[in-house]
């Protein structure tokens, strides 16, 4: 059913989150690549295929995005908009993946058509939790345009 | 006529007196004129005579002088000895012709002889010889006596009677006989000539020539009137009294006597000296009186004249007056007779019938009127009486009054009625009665009577007006009153008077003295005023004043209107005026006016104007407070009528949007509307409107009424608290996101680092704890740095002076460890700009931007750091420029921001420009950036407006150290101190009519603000790469206030 494994486009400054969500990837034999992109210029540059991102095959288009919301340079709710009024890119699912559980956010996510909300758990077990459920709906269950 | 005789008597004694004077004046002027004329003439004869004698004398005097030539001579004598001795011999005697010849005609002698002293002639010529002259003899021997030439006086030659005068010279020869040489003069030649020569100017003028003889006095010359021969008339001296006579008896001078004629004269006698005459000049007495009395007679004359001529004039006076007498007399008749025409005319044009009976009752006189009201003609009533004509019982009442009257004498006053005799129809007449007696004592009576029948019915119809009148004062609480000017009465309405507090029945039928009123008025100035203005000037009377009607009673307030009334001639007779009691409702508007002025309180306070609009006829109203709003003069009136001028004052951005709102509201939709206001003077001001709209039934707006409300000042503070919120929110942020990042991570691996504790690679536990030190690390220094933040916003040390050099040295020391790693070179300008605040704060700023600066050099190779101040006073504006990487301009609004970092992977937490922005706006200043992009440096502005203070900056011209920074500065002017700390320059932004007012256009869109530092960056950078500069700038400036 399905070709290739879905690319998982992860954008977060804090290293040791990236870590995180890596391990989990690893934890939970997911196929599918991870790519990281540690600003929100950069995830645009990414999508767009500019700069260093302009090799297919070293920069695949990513079929879901995780996005942290507070980044350098490009804030992840302006990285968020500017995908979702693309044509083109506004159909791949954004997944927010943040610490910030504040309600402005969540709504100025939701406002600029992210696609899913998630609060970074303090609790090791929760996070792991989160990251094998997330696995399971947006890599399992969720349909994607391909 | 006696004091015409009277005057008569008086006008001739004037005459008489006036000949009198005139006489006198006459006699006066006759004297003194004969007396002058009279010494005139005997100056003239004294003169006249002296100057004969003078001329007699010297003639004399010649005569003796030729006389020399001969005596002593001695050839002469010789001569004559010899013609002694031989008289014939013919030598001789030519030789003595030839002397005497020369001699008699050189000096026109008569004849010259020589004598001898018996007189015998020896010589002579001319010839013939004479014979001995006899009459000589006497004077030859005095001669040859006196032995000296000699005259012989006139004498008459007995021979031919004529007389002569003779000057004899002695001769005596030598040895021989003397002899007598006689030069003979004839007198009527020589002499007489002289003597009648007239000297005066006068006919009768006459000289004489007379010697004495003895007692004789001779005249020598003829006398011509008489023609007497010379020497022939003789006077006796005694007992005559002529004037020769008294001449010779030695009177001298001036005579006045008769002369030898016994004609009056007046004479001079003078005598020629060596000689016996005396020379008389003598002018006849008539002649010289003859002027004396032809002016006698002008002087009668001309008094004559004069009298005449006054006895004239008075009596043709007298005529005249006579004359006017009678003129007068009849002109007074003629008067009589017009005045009576005159008295009959004006009689007849009475409007009142007029009799006059005599005391037998008959008519003697009646008007036309009189005829009329009785129906018959005059002719037939004169000498008729009452009973002839009237009713029998009216003719009864009449003549029982003419006899009261003429026997009492008393006036009579009564009312009648009197029937006409040809219509029947009967009138009612006020009759008045007198008494008249005229100089003969008899007795008149006087009747005029007055046709009263029509005011009678006036009268009745008057009073039931009047009692209407007073009925509907009484219910209107209102009256009328009149002023009379001439007479200066006050008359008022009963009304009138009861509303003055005054019972009606105390006045004279609504008469009063205008004391009673007056006394009752409490603005009594004030009215007179107005009164006086009304009447000399004919301005409107109408004002209202207070009236105390009882003592201790509440004023009332009555309302006055007045008009002045003009006769014909345009003067103001009479005032008639109205007057009302309004004290109900002046209290009533004093209580409207008081809670209009509360309304008018209370909206200013709160700023909140109101309007109302009648939909229908545009007409509108706008309360005080809507003006303020507008920032308009009350003076030009509310602004419905001008849609334009009202939509001008709209904020140009929410024009369309109120158009929009407003017709949402009077469609029924809404009542709010919210825009802003732009005053004339360009202020901008935030109001909301809340409108009402009445409807009529079917739903059309009728009226609308709006409240205004001026919100800048809440829009302010809503934007203060949103800022505080913001900032309160980002704290909230960092403390939900960048603290609990860490706390994630710290968590997370530390579960990881259970399970790799288990598992068999240590070098993931290693890396576990590495990550987890680090998270700590982080979050250590996250809460550090939050709470210097916090401090940031409140002062720390007391504030102290401090150069701006030396903030800067303190600073350049704290980071002089990285300055040195990294090899920069820093330049500070010399400004003596003194800054007065917490002295860490301020050199915090200086610290992190020089931090900032070293941190981000990049791979430059020659790192420079300049440190600047330009401008003056609290606008000074200081730089920090670096030729370091530079920032990409897409993210400059967005390094102030807490936490915020653009480089990933740099050491920093985004803390140092955000902490420096912080401290900067709480001096109230701004800060940005500018840089033109990656690698070329970077250049911070800011300023500090609440650090400096004028008093530690007097001012000064720019230091010569304070170099431009190059770049235009855009505009970090007070307009642009957004007051994020709450100053007072809050509104000023306002005041700035810039293209889009940023304030302005934050309140109107609160999600920018909510989002505030972080997301503005991410606008930009996503709008235009290419975007003017200057905005871009601008943005930035704002970025830069939150």
């Known amino acids: 059913?399905?070709?290739?494994?879905?690319?998982?486009?992860?954008?977060?400054?804090?290293?040791?989150?990236?870590?995180?969500?890596?391990?989990?990837?690893?934890?939970?034999?997911?196929?599918?690549?991870?790519?990281?992109?540690?600003?929100?210029?950069?995830?645009?540059?990414?999508?767009?295929?500019?700069?260093?991102?302009?090799?297919?095959?070293?920069?695949?288009?990513?079929?879901?995005?995780?996005?942290?919301?507070?980044?350098?340079?490009?804030?992840?709710?302006?990285?968020?908009?500017?995908?979702?009024?693309?044509?083109?890119?506004?159909?791949?699912?954004?997944?927010?993946?943040?610490?910030?559980?504040?309600?402005?956010?969540?709504?100025?996510?939701?406002?600029?058509?992210a696609n899913s909300y998630l609060v970074k758990p303090v609790d090791f077990s929760r996070f792991v939790e989160l990251m094998e459920t997330l696995g399971l709906y947006w890599l399992g269950w969720n349909e994607y345009v391909r | 006529m006696s004091r015409e005789r009277r005057q008569d008597r008086i006008l001739l004694g004037g005459l008489l007196a006036l000949a009198a004077l005139l006489l006198a004046l006459g006699a006066a002027h006759w004297r003194h004129f004969a007396a002058g004329r009279r010494a005139e003439t005997r100056e003239r004869l004294t003169t006249a005579t002296a100057l004969k004698a003078d001329e007699l004398e010297h003639y004399r005097r010649e005569r003796i002088g030729d006389a020399a030539a001969f005596f002593g001579n001695a050839n002469f004598a010789d001569l004559t000895g010899q013609l002694e001795r031989s008289p014939d011999a013919p030598a001789l005697r030519r030789r003595a012709l030839l002397w005497l010849e020369r001699t008699r005609a050189s000096q026109d002698y008569d004849r010259v002889y020589l004598l001898t002293p018996e007189g015998t002639e020896l010589a002579g010529t001319p010839p013939p010889p004479l014979p001995p002259d006899r009459d000589l003899l006497p004077d030859i021997a005095r001669a040859l006596r006196a032995r000296q030439p000699l005259f012989a006086d006139l004498y008459r030659d007995r021979d031919d009677?004529?007389?002569?005068?003779?000057?004899?010279?002695?001769?005596?020869?030598?040895?021989?006989?003397?002899?007598?040489?006689?030069?003979?003069?004839?007198?009527?030649?020589?002499?007489?000539?002289?003597?009648?020569?007239?000297?005066?100017?006068?006919?009768?003028?006459?000289?004489?020539?007379?010697?004495?003889?003895?007692?004789?006095?001779?005249?020598?010359?003829?006398?011509?009137?008489?023609?007497?021969p010379p020497l022939l008339a003789g006077l006796p001296l005694s007992g005559d009294a002529s004037v020769p006579a008294r001449a010779a008896r030695g009177e001298r001078g001036i005579l006045e006597g008769p002369d030898a004629r016994g004609v009056p004269v007046i004479a001079c006698v003078r005598p020629v000296r060596d000689s016996p005459w005396l020379l008389i000049s003598q002018i006849d007495r008539e002649e010289v009186e003859a002027p004396l009395r032809t002016r006698a007679r002008e002087l009668l004359l001309f008094g004559a004249l004069v009298l005449a001529g006054a006895a004239l004039g008075l009596g043709w006076l007298r005529r005249s007056e006579r004359l006017r007498f009678y003129r007068e007399r009849y002109e007074a008749s003629l008067a009589l007779r017009e005045r009576e025409e005159f008295l009959n005319?004006?009689?007849?044009?009475?409007?009142?019938?007029?009799?006059?009976?005599?005391?037998?009752?008959?008519?003697?006189?009646?008007?036309?009127?009189?005829?009329?009201?009785?129906?018959?003609?005059?002719?037939?009533?004169?000498?008729?009486?009452?009973?002839?004509?009237?009713?029998?019982?009216?003719?009864?009442?009449?003549?029982?009054?003419?006899?009261?009257?003429?026997?009492?004498?008393?006036?009579?006053?009564?009312?009648?009625?009197?029937?006409?005799?040809?219509?029947?129809?009967?009138?009612?007449?006020?009759?008045k009665k007198s008494l008249y007696r005229d100089r003969e004592g008899r007795r008149f009576v006087i009747a005029i009577g007055r046709d009263m029948t029509e005011q009678r019915r006036m009268t009745e119809e008057l009073l039931l007006n009047r009692q209407r009148l007073e009925l509907s004062q009484a219910i209107g609480k209102t009256g009328s009153w009149e002023y009379d000017l001439p007479t200066g009465r006050l008359w008022g309405s009963d009304g009138a008077i009861r509303l003055f507090g005054i019972d009606p029945a105390t006045t004279d039928r609504g008469y009063l003295e205008v004391d009673r009123i007056e006394g009752r008025i409490l603005d009594r100035e004030r009215i007179h005023q107005a009164l006086v203005d009304l009447v000399e000037r004919g301005l409107p009377y109408d004002l209202e004043y207070r009236v105390l009607t009882a003592p201790g009673e509440e004023p009332r307030v009555l309302h006055s209107q007045a008009r002045a009334l003009r006769d014909e001639e345009g003067e103001i007779r009479r005032v008639v005026g109205v007057i009302r009691d309004v004290t109900e409702r002046r209290r009533i508007e004093e209580a409207l006016r008081e809670s209009e002025a509360k309304l008018r309180r209370a909206e200013e306070i709160g700023r909140l104007g109101h309007t109302s609009v009648d939909l229908r006829t545009g007409r509108c109203v706008w309360s005080e407070e809507l003006y303020r709003i507008f920032g308009v003069p009350p003076e030009e009136g509310p602004l419905c009528a001008d849609a334009e001028r009202l939509r001008r004052l709209v904020h140009p951005e929410d024009r369309e949007s109120l158009d929009r709102q407003m017709a949402a509201a009077l469609a029924g939709e809404g009542q709010t509307l919210e825009y802003r206001i732009l005053r004339p003077d360009g202020e901008i001001r935030h109001a909301t409107?809340?409108?009402?709209?009445?409807?009529?039934?079917?739903?059309?707006?009728?009226?609308?009424?709006?409240?205004?409300?001026?919100?800048?000042?809440?829009?302010?503070?809503?934007?203060?608290?949103?800022?505080?919120?913001?900032?309160?929110?980002?704290?909230?942020?960092?403390?939900?996101?960048?603290?609990?990042?860490?706390?994630?991570?710290?968590?997370?691996?530390?579960?990881?680092?259970?399970?790799?504790?288990?598992?068999?690679?240590?070098?993931?536990?290693?890396?576990?704890?590495?990550?987890?030190?680090?998270?700590?690390?982080?979050?250590?220094?996250?809460?550090?740095e939050l709470l210097e933040m916090s401090r940031a916003g409140r002062t720390l040390s007391p504030p102290t002076r401090a150069p701006f050099r030396e903030l800067v040295r303190e600073a350049l020391e704290a980071v002089a460890g990285r300055l040195a790693e990294r090899g920069v070179q820093v330049r500070v300008a010399t400004d003596p700009t003194v800054l007065f605040g917490d002295r860490p704060r301020l050199t915090a700023i200086w610290q992190n931007l020089i931090e900032n600066a070293a941190k981000y050099m990049g791979d430059q190779a020659d790192p420079v750091v300049e440190i600047e101040a330009e401008g003056s006073g609290r606008e000074k504006v200081f730089t920090v420029r670096d030729n370091g990487m530079g920032i990409d301009p897409r993210y400059r609004g967005k390094i102030f921001g807490l936490f915020e970092k653009l480089d990933p992977r740099s050491e920093g937490t985004g803390f140092g420009l955000a902490l420096v922005r912080r401290i900067v706006e709480y001096y109230g200043g701004t800060i940005e950036v500018e840089s033109p992009g990656e690698g070329g440096g970077s250049l911070f502005r800011f300023t500090l407006p609440g650090a400096i203070r004028e008093e530690d900056n007097p001012e000064a011209p720019p230091p010569p150290g304070a170099e431009g920074g190059g770049a235009p500065v855009a505009g970090p002017g007070p307009e642009e101190a957004t007051g994020g700390n709450g100053t007072d320059e809050g509104e000023g932004f306002l005041a700035k009519p810039g293209p889009e007012p940023r304030g302005a256009s934050d309140a109107a869109d609160p999600d920018r603000t909510v989002r505030g530092s972080r997301a503005d960056g991410t606008g930009d950078a996503s709008g235009a790469p290419g975007a003017d500069p200057e905005e871009k700038a601008e943005n930035d400036g704002r970025e830069g206030t939150r």
């Open chain 1, 1 to 113: 059913m399905k070709e290739e494994p879905l690319v998982v486009l992860l954008v977060e400054d804090d290293p040791a989150h990236a870590e995180i969500v890596r391990r989990n990837f690893r934890e939970f034999r997911l196929s599918n690549r991870l790519e990281h992109v540690s600003d929100g210029q950069e995830a645009l540059d990414y999508v767009r295929r500019r700069g260093a991102f302009a090799d297919p095959e070293r920069s695949p288009r990513p079929g879901l995005i995780l996005l942290d919301l507070r980044l350098p340079r490009l804030d992840g709710l302006e990285v968020l908009r500017i995908l979702k009024a693309d044509p083109d890119l506004g159909r791949i699912p954004v997944v927010v993946l943040t610490t910030s559980a504040a309600e402005t956010d969540l709504i100025r996510a939701y406002d600029a058509h």
């Open chain 2, 161 to 228: 009677g004529r007389v002569y005068l003779a000057v004899l010279v002695p001769i005596f020869p030598p040895g021989g006989r003397p002899a007598v040489l006689v030069l003979r003069i004839d007198p009527d030649r020589h002499v007489y000539p002289y003597v009648e020569r007239r000297h005066l100017p006068a006919r009768s003028v006459l000289t004489l020539l007379v010697r004495r003889e003895g007692d004789r006095a001779v005249l020598l010359s003829e006398s011509p009137t008489q023609r007497t």
């Open chain 2, 345 to 431: 005319a004006i009689l007849d044009r009475l409007a009142d019938p007029l009799c006059v009976k005599d005391e037998g009752h008959r008519w003697i006189r009646v008007n036309e009127k009189f005829c009329e009201l009785v129906g018959r003609p005059r002719e037939e009533l004169i000498g008729r009486s009452d009973p002839d004509y009237l009713p029998p019982a009216q003719a009864e009442i009449f003549w029982r009054v003419d006899r009261e009257v003429l026997e009492t004498g008393r006036e009579r006053a009564n009312e009648e009625y009197l029937t006409n005799d040809a219509t029947g129809e009967t009138r009612f007449l006020h009759t």
């Open chain 2, 689 to 784: 409107a809340t409108l009402e709209v009445q409807r009529d039934e079917a739903g059309h707006p009728l009226s609308l009424f709006a409240t205004v409300q001026d919100t800048t000042e809440l829009k302010r503070r809503e934007r203060e608290l949103r800022e505080k919120n913001a900032e309160l929110e980002r704290f909230t942020y960092t403390i939900s996101h960048d603290l609990k990042s860490p706390l994630v991570t710290v968590k997370t691996f530390l579960g990881y680092l259970e399970e790799d504790l288990r598992g068999p690679d240590p070098e993931r536990v290693l890396q576990d704890l590495r990550y987890i030190r680090t998270a700590a690390d982080k979050m250590s220094r996250l809460l550090d």
